[in-house]
């Protein structure tokens, strides 16, 4: 057995996760008792409750950083979670900061994650690839991922790091 296969194999194979939307205009509608659809966070649920994992449960917040990090900071306490999952906040508008509120506060970015998106994203996108800043990383032992908000980017982005999540995890508590 390869050595990466060996640490898959060693890696936790049913990992707990929790899905963070962050998107202004829904958590003002919920704010406010509006009906709002979040068909990201239903699309990364269903993805990784297929691959055999868990979701601990799901959070919709506006884009703001100080938020964004409170959460995220209170989801890494748990013991219950092994991975975050956010959805939204990661374009160039003015308004995406998911990026800027998760990055600093990295242990180690899996910098091949955001490459590989990328490529991904130019085969069925093209050039508008280019504006994507998906990311993931690891905070004291867990695993952080921060895919764009479009159900199809959140398809892409857990196609892509799902399959390495028992192997993930398993570095990263060494």
Known sequence: MRPHEEHKAKGPQRASFWVVTVSTSRFEAAKSGHSYTDESGD????????????????????????????VLMDLLKRDDVDAVVFTGGTGIARSDVTVEAVRPLLDKEIDGFGDIFRLESYREVGTAAIMSRALAGI???KLVVALPGSPNAVEVGLRIILPEVPHILYLARL
């Open 43 to 70: 699309v990364a649920v269903r993805m990784i409750e297929a691959a055999g994992h868990r979701v601990a449960g799901r959070s919709l917040i506006k884009d703001d950083v100080v938020m964004i990090r409170s």
């Open 139 to 141: 905070i004291n032992g």
